[in-house]
């Protein structure tokens, strides 16, 4: 499976990178599952993902949310201001 990344704000410069497509050896997983993944690849992001967002398409799932084959899941960092 096949899955694209798209990273925001601080994430995308810790990364190095504003997009990063994951193979992975699973037919789905969660949203939490492609999380952990991520953290495994990018250790120095670990920190940031419980507080992160994620969306699919321009809808926010949650954690709980199966990815499917060649899905684009955004990360998006939490947003303050007033």
Request: hydrophobic share 40%; with cysteine; net charge negative.
């Amino acid at each position: 499976m096949r899955v694209k990344l798209v990273f925001y704000g601080g994430l995308k410069r810790t990364i190095g990178a504003g997009e990063h497509e994951l193979a992975v050896d699973s037919h789905e997983l969660t949203v939490e599952e492609l999380l952990d993944l991520l953290a495994e690849r990018y250790p120095q992001v670990r920190g940031s993902l419980p507080s992160v967002a994620c969306a699919i398409g321009a809808r926010i799932v949650g954690r709980d949310h199966r990815v499917h084959d060649g899905d684009t899941v955004a990360i998006l960092p939490p947003v303050s201001g007033g």
